[in-house]
């Protein structure tokens, strides 16, 4: 997994606890619903450029 060992995801694991304590699960909350709000404002750029793209073929 992208060049990542068992150890190596352990370590950064472990790091992770160590600086973000008992905030870690709102840290990952929030990381989740940042993750999601980047998905949603994609498929949106998405679904303007196929609207633009199929109302340019009608008009031709």
Known sequence: MFGVGTQE??????????????RLPSVM????????EFKKGMNEIQNDLRRSIDDTGKQQ
Request: aromatic letters at 4%; a positive charge.
């Open 9 to 22: 995801l352990l370590i950064v694991c472990v790091v992770a606890l160590l600086l973000f304590g008992n």
């Open 29 to 36: 909350r929030s990381l989740g619903s940042g993750i999601s």
